[in-house]
C-alpha cells in the first residue's frame, strides 16, 4: 500500500478546517470550490459545512494517515531492533 498523498493529506486538512468551522485561507478558495461542487461541503449562511460524504471523507483519510503512522513506526521498530548487538 503506497502512502498517503500529499493531495490527500491537504484535502484532509481542509476538511477539518471546515469541520472545526476554522476560517480557511485565499490559498484553499481553489480546494474548497472543489469540495462544493464533489458533494463534500455546502456552503451556507453559517459557512461552510461538512456533507455526509465529506465526513466520510475526513474519517477515511483520517484513517489511512494514522494507519500510516502505525506502519511507520513498525519499521522502525523493526530497523531498531536489526541494529541492536545481539546480546
Excluded: W, Y
Aim: aromatic share 0%; with cysteine; net charge negative.
Amino acid at each position: 500500500m503506497d502512502p498517503i498523498s500529499l493531495e490527500d493529506l491537504a484535502l484532509l486538512e481542509v476538511l477539518t478546517r471546515i469541520s472545526q468551522q476554522a476560517a480557511l485561507t485565499d490559498d484553499d478558495s481553489v480546494v474548497r470550490d472543489r469540495m462544493i461542487e464533489s458533494g463534500l461541503v455546502t456552503e451556507g449562511d453559517e459557512g461552510l459545512a461538512l456533507t455526509s460524504a465529506g465526513i466520510e471523507m475526513c474519517k477515511s483519510l483520517q484513517h489511512r494517515a494514522a494507519a500510516d503512522t502505525q506502519v511507520a513506526k513498525i519499521l522502525q521498530q523493526r530497523e531498531n531492533s536489526d541494529e541492536a548487538p545481539a546480546g
